[in-house]
């Protein structure tokens, strides 16, 4: 199995430079050209499957990126992390490195600590590993 990760487009909070985690926030046009820009190449992937993030930016860019062309699925625990207090006010660089400290896995201000995140990951990864073994190619994205 092939898995192709591929992030969201630019959106709008990411312009404003605010921390967004599990809040919805609206591609931009460039985020909507951002995802345009890649369906060529997935096309081209011979992609089986494509899963994603059940939020609208993610939703929104798995559909510019396959052209509405294949059917997605959802799946919660690609949900982006949940920033908890830190959600809508603008990026704190000190912040992000603690919160991003697997050793620390600090839940300062309500963040979803690291360890749980990457626990949530591992185990989507391993159930996509048993349920699509057969299957050569896969996109995802957050």
Do not use: C
Request: proline share 1%.
């Amino acid at each position: 199995m092939i898995l192709y990760v591929v992030r969201h487009g630019q959106t709008d909070q990411n312009v404003l430079g605010l921390v967004q985690g599990d809040t919805e926030s609206d591609l931009t046009e460039k985020g909507r050209e951002e995802a345009k820009a890649l369906r060529e190449l997935v096309e081209s992937l011979d992609v089986d499957i494509v899963v994603s993030s059940p939020l609208r930016r993610a939703l929104d860019t798995a559909k510019l990126i396959t052209g509405n062309k294949k059917e997605i699925i959802t799946d919660d625990r690609l949900i982006e992390r949940d920033y908890g207090l830190s959600e809508g006010k603008p990026v704190d660089e000190e912040l992000t490195v603690k919160y991003w400290d697997f050793r620390l896995n600090t839940d300062i201000n309500e963040v979803e600590k690291v360890q749980d995140l990457m626990f949530r990951i591992t185990e989507f990864i391993e159930d996509l590993r048993n349920k699509y073994e057969n299957m050569i190619q896969l996109l995802f994205q957050n």
